[in-house]
């Protein structure tokens, strides 16, 4: 059975990809998605994400997620494809400050996942939508950040200076 979690940020993905109206629309892309939810648990997500409805550019009302009304990715992928990458961008460090940019709705996801590892050599993160600051200890280097980050995103392959 697939998780919460799973399914949050599936339908996180499927907002922030696709132009839903309706929660019958987002029941069955959820479906799709392999997630069968009631009306009432697909009504506590939406609450839980707050997400509301924005009008597009034909005046229709759209789901969207916080911080996402003024703009909309479009999507070549399903969520579930979208879910196996993890949106990492690059990785940009200073002192004991390190910045990661990830692609659009990505960041406070993966600032979670770096949280709840409670790695030694990581204080503590701050999200936006597409950015991370990550407060790391003291003398910890680029390459030694980016090895504890491959540890919880296993497929970050290479730091991509800006």
């Known amino acids: 059975m697939k998780q919460k979690s799973d399914r ?4 996180k993905m499927i907002i922030s ?8 629309e987002l029941m069955q892309e959820l479906e799709k998605e392999g997630f069968n ?6 009504s506590r997500d939406l609450k839980q994400l707050k997400v509301a409805k924005a009008a597009n ?6 789901y969207v997620l916080p911080n996402d009304i003024m703009y909309r990715r479009t999507a070549k992928q ?4 979208m879910l196996m990458e993890n949106g990492f961008i690059s990785l940009d460090v ?7 940019h990830t692609r659009p709705g ?24 597409d950015t991370i600051i990550m407060v790391v200890r003291e003398n910890i280097s680029k390459e030694e950040i980016l090895k ?15």
């Open 37 to 42: 939810v009631t009306q009432a648990t697909l």
């Open 94 to 100: 200073s002192a004991n400050i390190a910045v990661i």
């Open 78 to 81: 399903n969520a579930s494809e």
């Open 17 to 24: 990809s696709q132009e839903i109206r309706l929660q019958e």
């Open 8 to 11: 949050l940020d599936t339908i």
């Open 148 to 162: 504890v980050l491959s540890k919880i995103f296993p497929n970050i392959q290479t730091i991509k200076n800006k």
């Open 57 to 62: 550019s034909e005046g229709n009302y759209v």
């Open 106 to 129: 990505y960041a406070s996801s993966m600032a979670y996942d770096i949280d709840n590892r409670h790695h030694k050599n990581i204080l503590g993160t701050i999200a936006g939508d």
